[in-house]
């Protein structure tokens, strides 16, 4: 995560989702519009990519515009499949369990 240490808040962070053993995913890159083009970004990945150093496989999901910055970070292009249910994104039309 990284603060702005004028005003306190977070600028920018990064999440992973590993088994611990094998693999891991990063899920979610954010820095702050104002922040971008500052290297914070570059600054986040290259730290959770270290603490994921020993694991086999570290995968993400990028836009295509995106892929050059993670090909800078040692990350390969690769296809793949997903799904998405955008009227769930805000996560507040899920039913209580």
């Not at 730290?47 to 990350?75: A, H, K, N, S, T």
């Amino acid at each position: 995560m990284f603060i702005d240490d004028e005003h306190g808040g977070v600028i920018g962070f990064v999440t992973a989702i590993s088994d611990g053993v094998l693999a891991a995913y990063i899920p979610f890159l954010e820095v702050l519009p104002d922040y971008q083009g500052r290297g914070i970004g570059q600054q986040l990945v290259k730290r959770i990519l270290d603490l994921l150093g020993d694991l086999y496989m570290v995968d993400l999901l990028c836009d295509g515009d995106l892929q050059p910055f993670y090909e800078r970070l040692g990350m390969t292009r690769a296809t793949g499949m997903m799904l998405r249910r955008y009227e769930m994104q805000s996560g507040s039309n899920r039913s209580p369990s």
